[in-house]
């Protein structure tokens, strides 16, 4: 049986005009995904900056996931069709990340001397990068379109 077609959801636009992806559970997706990028971002500077040999693939994942974490959230603060769907591609390469760089740090941990953010499934961030994506994935899934 075929699933019935989503009625879109009615979000207040912004001031541009752009319909706001932030109202709601939104803003909480905006709050944890700036927080994943302040975590990840400067964790993997500082590793970067300080200890690249150690462990070059891992901290340079762990960059990637920042740089991943900091679009979503641009998305999302943007605003907009464009901004949701490329928000919603985004979070669904994000999980594949987290679910090959998990599988593969726990296949094979000599690959890996040091964590990254997606290490064990982000055991290290309390799974949220396991959990984030999908949450964000469902939120997204529904089309909005302006209030009249």
């Known amino acids: 049986m075929a699933e019935p077609a989503q009625e ?31 975590g990840a971002v400067s964790r993997s500077a500082v590793q970067i900056a300080t200890e690249f040999d ?21 998305s999302l603060v943007r605003g907009g069709e464009r901004a949701r769907r490329a928000a919603l591609v985004c979070c669904a390469a994000e999980l594949a990340g987290v679910l090959t760089v998990g599988t593969w740090t726990l296949a094979d941990p000599a690959a890996f001397p040091d964590a990254t953010v997606w290490s064990d499934y982000g055991m290290g961030y309390l ?17 909005r379109t302006p209030a009249l």
């Open 54 to 74: 150690k462990a070059p693939l891992a901290y340079s994942l762990s960059a990637v996931a920042g740089l991943v974490y900091g679009f979503i959230t641009y």
């Open 127 to 143: 799974f949220i990068p396991v959990l984030l994506p999908i949450t964000a994935m469902s939120w997204l899934r529904t089309p």
């Open 8 to 38: 879109p959801v009615r979000e207040p636009a912004s001031p541009g005009g752009r319909t706001r992806l932030v109202a709601g559970p939104g803003m909480l997706l905006v709050w944890l995904y700036g927080v994943m990028v302040v």
